[in-house]
């Protein structure tokens, strides 16, 4: 998931705002993601062994996250799941998850 994410996030024009606040190369970003989403998905908490406690939101205050951003967020994540996870259920719970949490980001 977290690959394929910032595969859209390098090829889709749509969401190149979104890319803009990405340092480059996105290998560190990549891993990072992972990191957290095999925790938050109920795997290994990776990025807590790593890094600490999350605190997403105060780890991206630094960055301008408003309405636009968001919806550019959730439209990456949106094309994973949907190529990602066939059960249909899982899919809706999923989306309903990470649009909760792309809510809770924004801070502008």
């Known amino acids: 998931m977290a690959n394929r994410f910032y ?4 090829s889709e024009p749509a969401v ?3 890319l803009a606040l990405h340092p480059q190369p996105l290998d560190s970003v990549r891993g990072r993601f992972f990191d957290f989403l095999s925790g938050w998905l109920g795997g290994p908490q990776r990025f807590v ?3 600490g406690h999350p605190r997403l939101r105060a780890r991206h205050l630094p960055f301008k996250i408003d309405e636009s951003m968001r919806d550019q967020w959730l439209y990456c994540m949106y094309q994973v799941i949907d ?3 066939d059960d249909t259920l899982l899919k809706q719970q999923l989306r309903a998850q990470f649009t909760q949490l792309a809510h809770h980001m924004i801070n502008s």
């Open 16 to 18: 190149h705002a979104l």
């Open 83 to 85: 190529e990602q996870v």
């Open 7 to 10: 595969d859209i996030m390098e």
């Open 49 to 51: 062994e790593k890094y």
